[in-house]
């Protein structure tokens, strides 16, 4: 267990460097997240007045859900990966380009509460393994993302599978998905760009939608359901 105070030098550093990024991709996730949960309560609603059960969507994405939405939101959740993990801020970019192309490829699937976290850290994650020649091993991410070790393996396997490991992200296609969330955060009534980063990122130029792990002696505090001594949210609830 760290002590209250072990990260404070470095997280006073954070709460001013938080990238435009987060919080353009938290308002567009919740603004999703709401349309679905509300399109899945209805259709349960109109099927349990026929007693036909409850509505049966996303079956792809069933390995992501939770056992119930965790109490800690889409903007604390993507901020907490950024302070611990020292991804860059391009892998929010490609995580999201990986949720939006698992959506294309099984349109039956939606992203609700119940796994829009498990697919936040696992994409991130599988993200920062494309783009950063330093990053934390599933272990660490884990612990950042309140999943176990084996159950973010799992994911990450998952994931891949639903993808058929398309993770490459072309330069072009990069900039396109920057554009679009840009877009849609003017609906917010603001208008910010996401940080562009310096290189080029690697990739295949025809994709149609718009190393080693390290150690570090830093290390998130423990997640669990009593209150911690530290100022960090608890994050998701394991299933």
């Known amino acids: 267990m760290l002590a209250a105070g072990e990260f404070t030098d470095r997280h006073c ?5 938080i990238p435009r990024v987060l919080t353009i ?3 567009v996730l919740e603004k999703l997240v709401a349309r679905n949960n509300t399109l899945v309560d209805d259709l349960n609603q109109q099927l349990s007045g026929i007693s036909c059960g409850s509505a049966v969507m996303g079956k792809n994405l069933d390995v992501l859900h939770g056992v119930r939405p965790p109490s800690v939101s889409i903007p604390k959740y993507l901020e907490r990966l950024y302070k611990y993990t020292d991804c860059s801020p391009s892998c929010f970019v490609v995580g999201y380009v990986y949720i939006d192309r698992l959506l294309h490829k099984h349109p039956d699937s939606l992203v609700l509460s119940l796994n829009v976290h498990r697919l936040l850290v696992t994409s991130v994650m599988v993200a920062s ?3 950063d020649d330093v990053h934390y091993n599933n272990a660490f991410y884990a612990r950042v993302g309140g999943v176990s070790n084996a159950e973010l393996n799992k994911l990450e ?4 599978f639903l993808l058929d490991f398309g993770v490459m992200v072309s330069s072009r296609v990069f900039e396109s998905y920057c554009f679009h969330l840009e877009k849609e955060n003017m609906q917010n009534g603001a208008c910010q760009r996401i940080e ?4 080029v990122l690697n990739g295949a130029e ?4 718009i190393s080693e792990n390290t150690e570090s002696s830093s290390s998130p505090p423990q997640i669990s359901e009593v209150t911690q001594s ?3 949210p608890r994050t998701v609830d394991r299933p």
């Open 13 to 17: 550093w954070l709460e001013t460097s």
């Open 25 to 27: 991709l938290s308002f």
């Open 129 to 131: 393994k494309m783009l």
């Open 157 to 160: 396997v998952e994931l891949l």
């Open 196 to 199: 562009r980063p310096l290189l």
């Open 206 to 209: 025809d994709v149609p939608e």
């Open 230 to 232: 530290s100022s960090l």
